[in-house]
């Protein structure tokens, strides 16, 4: 073998190791996932995106005839994130639950919005489920990010009593109460606000950040609903950022 040849020999070795290394679908184990939210827009691309990463996934929906999805490792459930008997039941055993709900109570109240609920009907249940209680990753709102160092709910002219205050001061409640959960394993993915997240392509190249919404080279923030759909699944593979907020953007 000459010297050049046997050169192209390991750079081939060592791409090939490189595609093996960033292929969690191939590599990762199989989990079972429960998706409450799994009929809604973001939860249905999630619950797609786990599907066609090899995990097993189990629904839940208040309505579950709903879920007409025809995929072998698809099972649907009824549930509601406000009931805590059901839930327990529902992810006892399972790896990981997803939350991606969203709507308000019959009053408005941050309380009662469906993220808020969820957040604490999962944070009691963990608490009875002890050691054996699987994570949670829940989605957050955008408007609950900080802009170039301004929090995002103070810039909002939303009055109190109405469907929007209750929504995104519900997503601001439900991270305050699992930031104070310290005994729960959580993670809030918040995507950025408003059109910045938008349906397009499944790129998998985006940025992770924390409380600050990540603005791209062209100055705006903006990421697929693909990938963040991938950012969930990535972050069941992996966990990276249990007990954190996270968002994303490219
Ligand atoms: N830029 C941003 O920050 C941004 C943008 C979009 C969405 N979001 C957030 O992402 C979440 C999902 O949004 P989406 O647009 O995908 O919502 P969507 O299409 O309106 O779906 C809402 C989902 O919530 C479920 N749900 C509501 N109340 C429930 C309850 N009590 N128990 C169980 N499930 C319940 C519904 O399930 P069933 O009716 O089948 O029970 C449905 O699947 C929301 O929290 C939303 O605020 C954030």
Same mark, same amino acid.
């Given at each position: 073998?000459?010297?050049?040849?046997?050169?192209?020999? $390991?750079?081939?070795?060592?791409?090939?190791?490189?595609?093996?290394?960033?292929?969690?679908?191939?590599?990762?184990?199989? +989990?079972?996932?429960?998706?409450?939210?799994?009929?809604?827009? /973001?939860?249905?691309?999630?619950?797609?995106?786990?599907?066609?990463?090899?995990?097993?996934?189990?629904?839940?929906?208040?309505?579950?005839?709903?879920?007409?999805?025809?995929?072998?490792?698809?099972?649907?459930?009824?549930?509601?994130?406000?009931?805590?008997? +059901?839930?327990?039941?529902?992810?006892?055993?399972?790896?990981?639950?997803? =939350? +991606?709900?969203?709507?308000? !109570?019959?009053?408005?109240?941050?309380?009662?919005?469906?993220?808020?609920?969820?957040?604490?009907?999962?944070?009691?249940?963990?608490?009875? /489920? !002890?050691?054996?209680?699987?994570?949670?990753?829940?989605?957050?709102?955008?408007?609950?990010?900080?802009?170039?160092?301004?929090?995002?709910?103070?810039?909002?002219? =939303?009055?109190?009593?109405?469907?929007?205050?209750?929504?995104?001061?519900?997503?601001?409640?439900? /991270?305050?109460?699992?930031?104070?959960?310290?005994?729960?394993?959580?993670? =809030?993915? +918040?995507?950025?606000?408003?059109?910045?997240?938008?349906? !397009?392509?499944?790129?998998? =190249?985006?940025?992770?950040? @924390?409380? @600050?919404? *990540?603005?791209?080279?062209?100055?705006?923030?903006?990421?697929?609903?693909?990938?963040?759909?991938?950012?969930? *699944?990535? @972050? $069941? @593979?992996?966990?990276?950022?249990?007990?954190?907020?996270?968002?994303?953007?490219?």
């Amino acid at each position: 073998m000459t010297h050049s040849s046997s050169l192209r020999s $390991v750079a081939v070795r060592v791409v090939a190791l490189l595609a093996l290394i960033s292929l969690p679908a191939l590599t990762a184990v199989a +989990s079972t996932i429960v998706i409450y939210g799994a009929s809604g827009n /973001l939860g249905g691309k999630i619950v797609t995106e786990a599907l066609n990463r090899g995990h097993d996934v189990i629904g839940v929906s208040r309505n579950p005839a709903s879920l007409d999805v025809n995929h072998s490792n698809f099972s649907a459930v009824g549930g509601d994130v406000s009931h805590l008997e +059901s839930m327990l039941e529902i992810i006892r055993g399972v790896d990981v639950v997803i =939350v +991606s709900v969203g709507g308000n !109570g019959i009053d408005y109240t941050p309380e009662n919005s469906a993220a808020n609920q969820a957040a604490l009907t999962f944070i009691q249940a963990a608490r009875q /489920l !002890g050691a054996a209680s699987p994570r949670v990753i829940q989605m957050g709102g955008g408007t609950t990010l900080f802009d170039n160092g301004v929090f995002g709910l103070d810039r909002l002219d =939303v009055e109190e009593g109405t469907a929007r205050h209750g929504l995104y001061f519900g997503h601001w409640q439900a /991270l305050l109460n699992y930031r104070a959960a310290t005994d729960v394993q959580w993670t =809030v993915v +918040s995507p950025p606000p408003g059109a910045a997240l938008h349906p !397009g392509e499944r790129t998998g =190249v985006f940025r992770l950040g @924390e409380d @600050e919404v *990540i603005v791209g080279e062209n100055g705006e923030a903006s990421i697929s609903e693909e990938d963040l759909a991938m950012a969930y *699944i990535n @972050e $069941v @593979e992996d966990p990276q950022s249990i007990g954190k907020r996270i968002t994303i953007g490219y």
